[in-house]
């Protein structure tokens, strides 16, 4: 047999993963000599060997890559026969401008754990990393990814891990944050400002301690600080909410293992991936009710079904979860509501140190803070629902030209985007731009965003809200072509974006409020639309929204509201519980908003109707975290109702029926949980309704839908499942957020495709 030499190319997310290593592996396993090369675009190599054995790398290369690994492309061709004595990694070269990727934080692996379970340098050690696991992105300031363009860079190697990060074969060959007991960061005990302990076991041993006996305690990790407390200790968890100084907003658990958390929560096999896939994401799952004597303290999730849940991905944790009695604790982001997490060391002492057991810090800084990501499994797929760590900063792979634009994002649930070649970069989840500081790490972040991945701006992309933060911070950006985007139009743009549709599609896109062309607050709207522009085509009826904002809090200002519409005067004389705990005089003064038009601007928002049920079930009156009056309506569905209400199509989707329908089964004493049920049932068939007549008259099927309400399990599946059975074609997020954390995607795309058309 002859030999053949070819050379590859592989394109993606492969630096920063042990891919090299990997391929070195393959090589050499298969009988090949030649190299492997980084570059900033991509990794390179040149084999030799017997075509057979090229044609097994090449397999191997598709499908054995490391985990964190995401190829996009391999294109190899054939070369000149070149011999080789060996197979070897060369150094790294820098051909243009042009970045590969960053990989995201990635969770200890199992032979690092083993590591730490052994006699060694690296018994115990909480930072022990290597090519396939450990910190990325939140310690990188710039690239190419190299040890001194991180937060590792103050921490000189040790000869023993100088020596493994030079040989080739080495499962820390080149690994960046390499480091073990005798070079590396550690952590330090701080207790009432007084700083303890350097030692690990005696770390550990306090802070279980801590933990087990009720205390809560702060804990620096990954991204930013954590709050830890017993997740069983009733106590324990209402005393971490009154320090956050958070309502009712649920907390997530950690637990032990997916074996200890089995008794707690309904777990089917695709939620079990993404629990212990490497990007380790706090995964909402279904709680079990009526366990005997030992129960998760009630107060984590305000008596919700679904609880947040993860699984230990720090070494830190492990070493923790082997000396805790509890098998679970409350892990939540370290600072006041409101506030970004916590990250840097002297703040968490001055701030938090005085009132929490302990303070566990260490001296590996952490550059980009990030939060833990949420997801939720919705038709049997993966969906973010708070993108951050783990995921951030993987890129979006659009088809268009995405060079150069800036998408400044939305308000509440902010995250930017930034165009590079045919990729998005979603910053990670940034938060509450009205908080002083959340929008200070906005700021920042962008600023850092454009100069890791070299972004020159040359287009920006804001929401039609003059007054959100991220639509001044895009105003005064500089003197640059700027497109505005209303706001649904840019939710579907979003998902059609993730999904590489670039035509005309009817869009779904239900939330709480985006500011509307005409100056109305919009939240259900059916739109004609292409990337370029949308028509309105119909939309959830208006209805006063008194107090504008505020009515967002308080429910049972939209229950006021929709009753009045429906039952006029009359409705104070309806035999229904909700009306005989409100104060009287409020509701007059309510009444008395809304006949004067006093701050009653008008809305469409699904979310509100969501909210008004929510009040006439009196499940909510004042919310105490976002969305709750939707969520808590979501909390009791059933399965095994198909009935519904009334409702009119005729120009508007109008519920005036609907809601005489609830209060009728209201007053008959049918339970909440049908109640709700049938209230779902009615959206889903409005949906399919309206779809329908656009669909009749335009000739369009594919369906796109997004926008905040659709992280609703039984509304998203349901929808998806009449509309396929009625063959359309239809397209749901899964990768980028169906709420406002997704919406810098679409206004990325809204600008791309007008830039090519030459409208801006
Ligand atoms: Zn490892
Ligand atoms: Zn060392």
């Known amino acids: 047999m002859r030999n053949k030499s070819i050379q590859v190319i592989v394109t993606g997310l492969v630096q920063g993963v042990g891919f090299r290593p990997f391929v070195h592996r393959i090589a050499v396993k298969h009988d090949l000599t030649g190299w492997v090369q980084n570059t900033n675009e991509n990794v390179r190599i040149q084999v030799t060997g017997f075509p057979l054995n090229i044609e097994r790398f090449l397999t191997s290369l598709g499908t054995e890559s490391p985990p964190a690994a995401l190829i996009e492309e391999i294109s190899h061709k054939e070369m000149e026969t070149t011999l080789f004595s060996e197979f070897n990694i060369l150094e790294s070269h820098d051909v243009s401008d042009e970045i590969t990727e960053i990989s995201p934080d990635i969770a200890v692996c199992d032979d690092c754990l083993e590591d730490i379970r052994k006699r060694g340098t690296r018994l115990d050690y909480a930072f022990v990393n290597c090519t396939n696991c450990g910190p990325r992105f939140t310690i990188i300031k710039d690239l190419p990814y190299d040890r001194d363009k991180t937060t590792m860079k103050s921490f000189a190697m040790c000869p023993d891990c100088r020596k493994e990060y030079e040989t080739i074969i ?283 991945f070299r972004v020159k701006p040359s287009l920006l992309a804001v929401d039609l809200h003059p007054a959100y933060i991220s639509t001044k911070t895009g105003l005064e950006f500089g003197d640059l072509p700027l497109v505005k985007v209303q706001h649904h139009h840019a939710h579907i743009a979003s998902c059609m974006a993730e999904h590489q549709l670039d035509e005309k599609v009817i869009g779904v896109a239900l939330d709480g409020t985006g500011y509307g062309s005409d100056g109305n607050i919009w939240g259900a709207e059916f739109l004609l639309c292409d990337l370029n522009d949308f028509t309105r085509i119909t939309h959830f009826d208006y209805i006063p929204l008194p107090g504008g904002d505020s009515a967002a809090e308080e429910p049972w200002r939209m229950a006021i509201s929709y009753l009045y519409k429906v039952y006029g005067n009359n409705f104070t004389e309806l035999q229904i519980p909700f009306l005989s705990q409100l104060d009287p005089d409020k509701v007059r003064m309510l009444i008395r908003m809304i006949d004067r038009k006093i701050n009653c601007p008008l809305t469409s928002g699904a979310g509100r109707l969501f909210d008004c049920v929510a009040s006439l079930l009196d499940l909510v009156q004042v919310a105490s975290f976002q969305a709750e009056g939707p969520m808590r309506l979501e909390s009791i569905v059933r399965n095994d109702c198909d009935e519904r209400y009334r409702f009119t199509i005729d120009g508007t989707i109008r519920f005036d029926e609907t809601i005489r329908g609830i209060v009728d089964d209201i007053v008959q004493g049918t339970d909440k949980s049908t109640i709700a049920t049938k209230f779902h049932n009615t959206i889903i068939l409005a949906i399919f309704e309206s779809v329908t007549a656009i669909r009749q008259k335009e000739g369009i099927s594919k369906v796109v839908l997004s926008g905040g309400v659709f992280q609703n399990k039984y509304l998203l599946e349901g929808t998806i499942e009449i509309l396929q059975k009625n063959k359309f074609e239809v397209y749901s997020h899964a990768t980028v957020p169906t709420n406002d954390g997704g919406i810098a995607l679409g206004q990325l795309a809204v600008a791309s495709k007008r830039r090519e058309l030459q409208c801006v």
Request: charged share 25%; hydrophobic share 40%; net charge positive.
């Open 170 to 452: 080495d499962r820390r060959f080149h690994a960046q944050p390499t480091a073990c007991a005798i070079c590396g960061p550690h952590y330090e005990l701080f207790v009432k400002q007084k700083r303890i302990s350097n030692n690990i076991d005696e770390i550990i041993n306090h802070v279980s301690y801590s933990i087990d006996r009720g205390e809560i305690v702060m804990i620096k990790g990954l991204g930013g600080m954590h709050l830890a407390c017993d997740a069983f200790n009733e106590t324990a968890v209402e005393k971490l909410r009154q320090l956050k100084n958070r309502e009712g907003k649920p907390f997530a658990v950690m637990f032990k293992s997916i074996e200890a958390l089995k008794p707690y929560a309904h777990i089917d096999s695709v939620e079990e991936a993404s629990l212990v896939s490497w990007r380790r994401p706090i995964v909402l799952l279904k709680k079990k009710d009526g366990i005997n004597g030992d129960s998760l303290a009630t107060g984590l999730n305000a008596k919700l079904k679904l609880l947040g849940i993860m699984l230990p991905y720090m070494p830190f944790h492990y070493l923790l979860f082997d000396k805790l009695k509890t098998s679970a604790i409350v892990l939540t982001s370290g600072n006041f509501s409101s506030e970004p997490i916590l990250i840097e060391n002297q703040e968490a002492i001055d701030q938090f140190s005085t009132h929490v057991g302990a303070v566990v810090l260490h001296n590996r800084d952490i550059y980009n803070r990030t939060d833990d990501s949420v997801v939720r499994i919705i038709g049997g797929k993966e969906r973010i629902i708070r993108r951050s760590r783990g995921y951030v900063p993987s890129p979006v792979r659009t088809a268009l030209n995405t060079e150069g634009i800036i998408a400044f994002g939305a308000e509440l649930t902010n995250c930017f985007c930034v165009g590079k070649g045919q990729k998005a970069f979603l910053s990670q989840h940034i938060g509450d731009l009205q908080g002083i500081e959340t929008a200070e790490f906005y700021e920042n972040t962008l600023a850092r965003f454009l100069q890791l």
